[in-house]
């Protein structure tokens, strides 16, 4: 166990659900990523929030809706998915200062979109 | 933009040999880099950690060099075994900024 923990681990859903995807950290970062590793293409950053505050996204489309309610918890948003939208999604957390750390990762959702 | 690419795609061996996983970035203004384990349908876990500043890592049977000037970096493996089985990614961290870029990864089966 890496410490982040991740809900729910599979999920399947139609291109018109709304769902949710949770990730929490009990490491005492400060720090929280959402990542996409889709078939065949290296994994993909999605968003990085350092102290609940958004600092990158990387062109993701609208409908995926990060929040981060606090350093602890981080929440991936989903509605109106399209098929190519499936893939295992993987949340991180870092200790983010001075110096850049390794990023410990949480087990991923895996997501099917029909 | 920073581009990670990693040789070979998947490796088979027999247990017991010795093996290096290759992995090369465009853009050498590098933080750090970073090897990773993922073992099927799970999560990333750290293996090695290397300084922009430093030549090489090691930890157990695993060591990590690396060359920012060539843009390169290599995992080697000594003494495979079984449980070595996973997929093996390599990650670049920029100067600026909070990205980490991965590449592709090496998928390992070392057979009993």
């Known amino acids: 166990e890496t410490g982040v923990t991740q809900t729910p681990r599979h999920l399947v859903m139609g291109m018109t659900n709304k769902k949710s995807l949770k990730c929490e950290q009990h490491l005492g970062h400060n720090a929280m990523y959402w990542y996409k590793q889709s078939a065949k293409k290296p994994l993909e950053l999605m968003f990085v929030y350092n102290f609940k505050e958004q600092t990158e996204n990387n062109s993701v489309p609208s409908r995926f809706s990060p929040e981060c309610p606090n350093s602890s918890h981080l929440f991936l948003h989903l509605h109106t998915l399209q098929p190519e939208d499936s893939a295992l999604y993987l949340c991180?957390?870092?200790?983010?200062?001075?110096?850049?750390?390794?990023?410990?990762f949480g087990p991923g959702t895996r997501l099917t979109v029909l | 933009k920073q581009e990670v690419t990693q040789i070979p795609a998947a490796l088979s061996v027999p247990e017991g040999e010795n093996l290096v996983l290759n992995c090369s970035f465009t853009?050498?203004?590098?933080?750090?880099l970073q090897w990773f384990r993922q073992d099927p349908g799970k999560g990333l876990t750290s293996l090695l950690l290397i300084q922009s500043s430093q030549r090489e890592q090691t930890s157990g049977r695993l060591n990590a060099s690396l060359d920012k000037s060539s843009g390169r970096s290599t995992l080697y493996i000594a003494a495979s075994q079984p449980g070595d089985s996973a997929t093996y990614l390599c990650?670049?961290?920029?100067?600026?900024?909070?990205?980490?870029?991965f590449g592709g990864g090496t998928r390992l089966m070392v057979k009993p």
């Open positions: 990650a670049v961290f920029r100067n600026a900024g909070n990205m980490l870029t």
């Open positions: 853009d050498s203004a590098i933080y750090n």
């Open positions: 991180a957390s870092s200790q983010e200062g001075l110096v850049k750390v390794t990023q410990y």
